[in-house]
């Protein structure tokens, strides 16, 4: 049995063309008990939704799951907006949301936005200034001055709005130390999971940040974006050759993801379909209603 909390998730569509499915599926994923719907955030694309209304009106049309955008693009959203933002959606929705944050990547495309272009370095500390930012400004208190690199406030006052599970997106050595010290989870990129090289590289310098922070490194827990087939019946390999998850039955789905918590430490996973010919309807109905309630059975039988 294992007394953390295990996330269960779906990856939500962000197109303006898609809009009555990702209102569908996102109630969809609330009735069938899930824990977390995401939507992903590229304002610079005219035919995507912007992800912070979207998660809006998500949060106003569903009643127990929580969402958030994977991950924030924070050259995009100053860090104190991004903090009023995402403690008014908490205190609309009781507390149903967790901040994904990102320091940037596409930076031909977010210039466009006339965001002034950052080096990798200094794109990294903006996002290490925003996570602080954000924490600044919620939880109450007194006024707050930051007179930071990137981010300034002075003398105002935070939501008294907890705040929020904060995790990162985050990829290079510099940014995944930022993880280990300020944030709570961890979303590996690329698709990579427990058993990839990237995961092996990676974690370990968030677990070292995090002790020379004075911080219990499993306090950083990582979930997965998870892609994969559902298929009926078992396939012959879950995994190609390079070791990349194809996916399989709901009982091979549910051994993998049992050993993924009980064996790497893994602290949940958000699904999103393949283009296999499955409809993307159905493909969560067995994810939310076969996979993820074994899951759940066998963590809590231990």
């Known amino acids: 049995m294992t007394d953390r909390k295990v996330w269960f998730g779906f990856g939500l569509e962000a197109g303006l063309g898609t809009i009555d499915t990702l209102l569908a599926h996102a109630s969809q994923a609330d009735r069938d008990g899930l824990d977390l719907v995401t939507v992903s955030d590229h304002p610079y694309l005219a035919d995507r939704v912007d992800a912070y209304a979207a998660l809006g009106v998500v949060l106003g049309r569903t009643k127990q799951i929580a969402g958030a955008v994977n991950v924030t693009n924070v050259p995009t959203r100053p860090a104190p907006m991004l903090a009023r933002t995402v403690t008014s959606l908490s205190a609309l929705s009781g507390g149903r949301v967790v901040l994904g944050i990102g320091a940037g990547g596409l930076w031909d495309d977010i210039a466009r936005l006339g965001v002034p272009r950052r080096s990798p370095a200094a794109a990294v500390r903006a996002m290490e200034e925003a996570i602080v930012v954000v924490r600044m400004l919620s939880g109450g208190g007194g006024p707050v001055t930051f007179d930071g690199e990137f981010h300034q406030v002075h003398g105002l006052t935070p939501a008294a709005v907890p705040t929020p599970p904060i995790w990162t997106g985050s990829l290079g050595p510099q940014s995944l130390a930022v993880t280990g010290r300020v944030a709570d989870g961890w979303i590996p990129g690329h698709s990579a999971d427990w058993l990839s090289a990237r995961v092996a590289r990676s974690r370990p310098l968030i677990d070292e940040a995090a002790t020379a922070a004075g911080r219990a490194p499993a306090d950083v827990a990582t979930v997965y974006n998870f892609p994969g087939r559902i298929t009926t019946s078992p396939l012959p390999t879950t995994r190609d050759a390079d070791g990349r998850w194809i996916g399989g039955s709901p009982e091979q789905w549910t051994d993998e993801l ?45």
Do not use: N
């Open 258 to 302: 049992v050993s993924a918590v009980r064996d790497h430490g893994a602290a949940g996973f958000v699904y999103f379909p393949v283009s296999d010919g499955t409809p993307s309807d159905v493909a969560l109905s067995r994810w939310a209603r076969d996979i993820v309630p074994a899951v759940r059975e066998a963590l809590q039988k231990g």
